[in-house]
């Protein structure tokens, strides 16, 4: 069982930054590949990046790629998303997620998620 814990959300103007960070409970969280969604209310859940267990491998839907970056800390047992050059429509509740294996991009294979933390980007 993993628990996992965002936080770093919060209010932003566009082109600003910010630092999402997850927490992972567990003695096992280097089994695990981890994943940032996000979700804006009465749409689907939309995937943003993931990186690999060990920390290797990345990527990035194409919304974000050169404005993101996925890190993490396996000593911390957390994952981050930096976030950088902001845009409004960036605003969405970001979840992390993880699940044992390989990189996903689909929210069906991934077997925990954190509680979300909204992020919202003013024009």
């Known amino acids: 069982q993993v628990q996992l814990v965002e936080s770093g959300g919060g209010l932003v103007q566009a082109g600003g930054s910010l630092r999402l960070s997850c927490a992972a409970s567990?003695?096992?969280?280097?089994?695990?590949?981890m994943g940032w969604f996000r979700q804006i209310t009465g749409k689907e859940r939309e995937f943003v990046s993931t990186?690999?267990?060990?920390?290797?491998?990345?990527y990035y839907a194409d919304s974000v790629k050169g404005r993101f970056t996925i890190s993490r800390d396996n000593a911390k047992n957390t994952v981050y998303l930096q976030m950088n050059s902001l845009k409004p429509e960036d605003t969405a509740v970001y979840y992390c997620?993880?699940?044992?294996?390989?990189?996903?991009?689909?929210?069906?294979?991934?077997?925990?998620w954190g509680q979300g933390t909204q992020v919202t980007v003013s024009s």
């Open positions: 997620a993880a699940r044992r294996g390989g990189l996903a991009t689909r929210d069906r294979e991934y077997d925990y």
């Open positions: 567990g003695r096992t969280f280097t089994s695990y590949a």
């Open positions: 990186i690999s267990a060990r920390g290797g491998t990345t």
